[in-house]
């Protein structure tokens, strides 16, 4: 994992995620998931390592850093820092694919699988299994060495593994940073609703409705405000950021056409949203330094 470029690694044994699996049914029926229905599809799969590599012992769950040596200018119109660079679904399935090949190198016989994304909710979970962290009250998943800016990425397997034994102690105390900071009063202690959540709509299309202070794709101030992703390092991926990203002012934001934005643009996970929603979202945007 390390080889691949992974920051972080841990296993966990193979097992129905019955309590999380509750959990995430109960914030589907309460409707803040919005619109994102895919998030609804398939829960008993993607609860059930079994069910996604035949007799499945062992989840290995891996964390890359992406917490950026170098943010934008404070003036220019707000990118999440996840999507500073190539777009990780792609970024991250070339890493497992290189890491599948090594182990079926050594181990042909093994049946082995990798996800990215397919199941935030249930990656975090994983991850906590997996020894790497804890959830904190923004939901996400806080790791104590590297914060919660990670990308998480699993692998189900059908081999027994030695697993992760101690789980991490959730460190957020009586901290309330991250919930006081969201302007969209999305997020209750380790609840968020989607409905309210500036990355839900500026990156859905056709979603409007709630101010996008000065973002335009996605949202990091509940992540910017916590006490572990001040003391966490920066990534050490030389080639995973799109440098425009980092250095437009908010002139190069608002002149961007589409043509350049295709080209520049081509591997970002600002593809997700498309230009035209990219525009909408500059013309939504306040303005005011962040
Ligand atoms: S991403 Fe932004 S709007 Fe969404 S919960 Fe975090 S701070 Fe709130
Ligand atoms: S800001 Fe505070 S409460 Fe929120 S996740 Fe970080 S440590 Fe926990």
């Not at 390592?49 to 220019?76: F, G, H």
């Not at 090949?101 to 979970?125: M, N, Q, W, Y």
């Not at 081999?159 to 009586?174: D, F, I």
């Not at 600002?270 to 909408?280: S, T």
């Amino acid at each position: 994992m390390a080889e691949a470029g992974f920051d972080a690694c841990g296993a966990a044994a193979a097992a129905a995620l019955e309590t999380e699996r509750a959990h995430l049914n109960s914030w589907l029926s309460a409707g803040y998931h919005a619109g994102m229905a895919y998030m609804a599809r398939n829960i008993e799969k993607r609860s059930n390592p079994a069910l996604l590599v035949e007799n499945a012992q062992s989840v290995v769950v891996a964390l890359l850093n992406y917490k950026p040596p170098q943010r934008q200018p404070a003036t220019a119109p707000q990118i999440a820092c996840y999507a500073y660079g190539v777009d990780y679904h792609h970024f991250i399935r070339d890493k497992l694919t290189a890491v599948i090949a090594a182990v079926k190198t050594v181990a042909p016989e093994i049946s082995i699988r990798g996800f990215v994304d397919a199941a935030p909710v249930l990656e975090r979970a994983w991850a906590v299994r997996a020894g790497l962290g804890w959830i904190g009250k923004n939901n996400l998943l806080i790791s104590p060495a590297l914060g919660s800016f990670t990308f998480i990425a699993t692998l189900a397997l059908d081999a027994a593994l030695e697993y992760n034994t101690r789980q991490e102690k959730n460190r957020c105390g009586k901290c309330t940073r991250c919930i006081d900071a969201c302007p969209g009063k999305a997020l209750q202690p380790y609840l968020l609703n989607a409905h309210r959540c500036i990355s839900y709509h500026n990156k859905r299309k056709g979603e409007t409705g709630v101010p996008l202070e000065n973002y335009c794709f996605g949202c990091d101030y509940c992540q910017l405000a916590c006490p572990w992703n001040e003391k966490a390092p920066p990534h050490r991926m030389d080639n995973w950021t799109i440098p425009e990203t980092v250095n437009f002012t908010a002139g190069d934001w608002y002149n961007l056409d589409e043509p350049v934005f295709n080209t520049i643009f081509a591997k970002s996970a600002l593809q997700g949203a498309g230009f035209a929603k990219l525009k909408a979202n500059l013309n939504a945007c306040s303005g005011k330094p962040l």
